[in-house]
Nanobody, 126 residues
């Protein structure tokens, strides 16, 4: 069973940057669509970015386009989220996700995603 472990969260001032990492427990991850979701206090979990197994498809939420970049390195079973120009509204727990389907199915069927990490907290102060 795939296990996902996020790291890289922390506190940063508005305008700053953070890089999140997600390490998968085994190489089966290489065939999975992967993604980042976030949940702010009192709000529902929302899509942030996703990446296909090949890295060829990378959809983003409109709220993060041009500021966040998702990438993956299948040689080390990891994905990353580079977050620049952070805003206070980016404050949330960020979750890594993996699914056997494709990136668009992940976005449309969040409740059906196969695997989730435990999350890492990102706090952006103004």
């Amino acid at each position: 069973q795939v296990q996902l472990v996020e790291s890289g969260g922390g506190s940063v001032q508005a305008g700053g940057s953070l890089r999140l990492s997600c390490a998968a427990s085994d190489r089966t991850f290489r065939t999975y669509a992967m993604g980042w979701f976030r949940q702010a206090p009192g709000k529902e979990r929302e899509f942030v970015a996703a990446i296909s197994w090949s890295g060829g498809s990378t959809p983003y939420a409109d709220s993060v386009k041009g500021r966040f970049t998702i990438s993956r390195d299948n040689t080390v079973n990891s994905i990353y989220l580079q977050m620049n120009s952070l805003k206070p509204e980016d404050t949330a727990v960020y979750y890594c996700a993996a699914d056997r389907s494709n990136v668009y199915s992940m976005i449309e069927n969040v409740d059906g995603i196969d695997y989730w990490g435990k999350g890492t907290l990102v706090t952006v102060s103004s």
